[in-house]
Each structure stands twice: as structure tokens, then as C-alpha cells.
């Protein structure tokens, strides 16, 4: 299974840009990466995905390491409003019958201080 | 407005008092999914629906059923619940599968005494 490997826990100033890794170095190479990320007491929401360039939305930029092994989300400017666990998720394909499920890490939890 | 709504947002019962938990997506979102959260072990699926009709098993699926006999509606069944069950649920829908951004709905938390 392709697993991915996270810190528990970040801190970050606000206004200041945040670096969250993730380490998954049994990706296989038709595996995205996905960036997920979950407020308190609200159901996780999406924040980026990516296969192997770079990615940017309005909320984040997806860094991409070029042997895919890791892979890094990028607040540029935290604000309160982002302190939420970030989940870093691959698309985790059996090979017996082709079945496809999702494997979540445990995620890194992210403090902004005001 | 686009949405995942799951029902109830909270539920005690008891133990081997069969629940359904339902979930209803409004975007024509082929892909559906379970999962459960539970403190230190992060969010783990229980089962998916890539289509009408189409079923499987995710990483955690026992004591669970699922059913997808129309496209905008994935309840998860439990026959006979019991206290390892209590949990945290989510359900989650998304256009065609897992390589696009997958939608979830607020939380259904479930206590089983």
C-alpha cells in the first residue's frame, strides 16, 4: 500500500508562510497527491492536488519533489483561519481485481499564532 | 448549492439496535464514500460506490453495509451495532473518483452504549 508519512504538528506565525511536508516514497507513478484539510468540528475540505508539476490555487501551492518521493503544501500567508489538521493522501490502487480505496495519513496538525 | 448531507448529525443508541446513517449528494457525483474518524488513527474509509450498483470495500468495512441503488443517495447500514463503533462519520462524493476533489459533508457522530 502506498502510505504517506507527516509531522504530527506545526506551528506558524500569522502573515507568515508555512511549509508542510510529506513524505511518500512508495508512490507509484500514476498516484496523485491530495491535500486535504480539516477545520475543527467541520468534515475535511480540499485544498490542492497534484501528479508531478507544480500547482497553485487561490488557497495553496502544491511542491512537488521531481522524484515524487515528497511532496510539499504551502500556505504563503497563514492566517487563524487555516489552523486545521492537513491530511497528505494518495490514491492507494490494489493490484488483485483493479479495486481502488484511500489511505489518509494522520495528518499534521497546524497552529497559526496570532 | 452544492452539497453533502448526511443524517442524523447525532445519534446515541444502543447496542445490536440496528441504524442507517443516510447520505445524499445533490451533484450528480458518480463516486461515493464512508469513512470514520476516530482520535489518533485519522480518518480511515469504510466503503466506496464508484457507480450505481458498484460497491467495495475500503480499509476498514466490517460490522458496515453499504447500498447504491440511485446515484445521489450512499446510506451506510449497521446491522447490529456495538461500542467500537461509536465514531465520528463522514460522507463524501466526487465527480468520477478519487483523482478529483472529493466533497464531504458536515458529520454524522454516532455513541453506541
Known amino acids: 500500500d502506498a502510505k504517506t508519512t507527516q509531522p504530527n504538528s506545526m506551528e506558524s506565525n500569522e502573515e507568515e508562510p508555512v511549509h508542510l511536508p510529506c513524505n511518500h516514497s512508495t508512490i507509484s507513478g500514476t498516484d496523485y497527491i491530495h491535500w486535504y484539510r480539516q477545520l475543527p468540528s467541520q468534515g475535511p475540505e480540499y485544498v490542492i492536488h497534484g501528479l508531478t508539476s507544480n500547482v497553485n490555487n487561490r488557497m495553496a501551492s502544491l511542491a512537488i519533489a521531481e522524484d515524487r518521493k515528497s511532496s510539499t503544501l504551502i500556505l504563503h500567508r497563514a492566517t487563524l483561519r487555516d489552523a486545521a489538521v492537513y491530511y497528505c493522501?494518495?490514491?492507494?490502487?490494489?493490484?488483485?481485481?483493479?479495486?481502488?480505496?484511500?489511505?489518509f495519513g494522520k495528518g499534521t496538525k497546524l497552529t497559526v499564532n496570532p | 448549492e452544492a452539497q453533502v448531507t448526511q443524517n442524523p448529525r447525532y445519534l446515541i443508541t444502543v447496542t445490536g439496535k440496528k441504524l442507517t446513517v443516510t447520505c445524499s449528494q445533490n451533484?450528480?457525483?458518480?463516486?461515493m464514500s464512508w469513512y470514520r474518524q476516530d482520535p489518533g488513527l485519522g480518518l480511515r474509509q469504510i466503503y466506496y460506490s464508484m457507480n450505481v450498483e458498484v460497491t467495495d470495500k475500503g480499509d476498514v468495512p466490517e460490522g458496515y453495509k453499504v447500498s447504491r441503488k440511485e446515484k445521489r443517495n450512499f446510506p451506510l447500514i449497521l446491522e447490529s451495532p456495538s461500542p467500537n463503533q461509536t465514531s465520528l462519520y463522514f460522507c463524501?462524493?466526487?465527480?468520477?473518483?478519487?483523482?478529483?476533489?472529493?466533497?464531504f459533508g458536515d458529520g454524522t457522530r454516532l455513541s453506541i452504549l
Open positions: 493522501i494518495l490514491r492507494d490502487v490494489l493490484t488483485q481485481g483493479g479495486s481502488e480505496k484511500l489511505v
Open positions: 463524501a462524493s466526487s465527480p468520477t473518483g478519487f483523482n478529483q476533489p472529493q466533497h
Open positions: 451533484m450528480n457525483h458518480e463516486y
